[in-house]
């Protein structure tokens, strides 16, 4: 989707069902920001989700999970706390942070990955 030329993503939300398809068959990188509503941190994330989606749109699909109703995506990527995040390169797990507290954490696993 194109806006004046100009690419624009969004975070797009999904759920094990759909995990396959978005993330482990995606034909570009994929963040997976996994989060949970009693988070108040997670809170925090969600405007840098929405920048990296815009910021990284060209050359990157961000996706956000909530924690609680999929319980296979989490335990299959061992997500012990939220806010985490897993970077997928080609179906491949490429990168993971867990604990976010800034901006340049997210960045800087993205720019050592894009």
């Known amino acids: 989707m194109t806006v004046d030329g100009c690419a624009m993503s969004s975070v797009i ?5 759909e ?3 978005e993330v482990l068959k995606a034909t570009q990188p994929v963040l997976v920001y996994f989060w949970a509503s009693w988070c108040g941190p997670c809170r925090l994330m969600t405007p840098i989700m929405n920048t990296a989606a ?4 060209d050359r990157l699909k961000v996706v956000k999970m909530e924690v609680d109703p999929n319980p296979v995506t989490v335990a299959q990527y ?3 706390g939220v ?3 897993r970077l ?5 797990l490429v990168g993971s942070v ?3 507290d800034s901006k340049q954490k997210v960045t800087s696993l993205l720019e050592t990955n894009l």
Do not use: C, M, W
């Not at 939300?13 to 069902?17: E, F, R, T, V």
């Not at 997928?88 to 491949?92: D, P, R």
């Open 13 to 17: 939300s999904i759920g094990d069902s």
């Open 54 to 57: 815009q910021t990284y749109g």
């Open 78 to 80: 061992k997500v012990e």
């Open 83 to 85: 806010p985490a995040l």
């Open 98 to 100: 867990e604990g976010i």
């Open 88 to 92: 997928f390169k080609n179906g491949e």
């Open 19 to 21: 995990f396959e398809t």
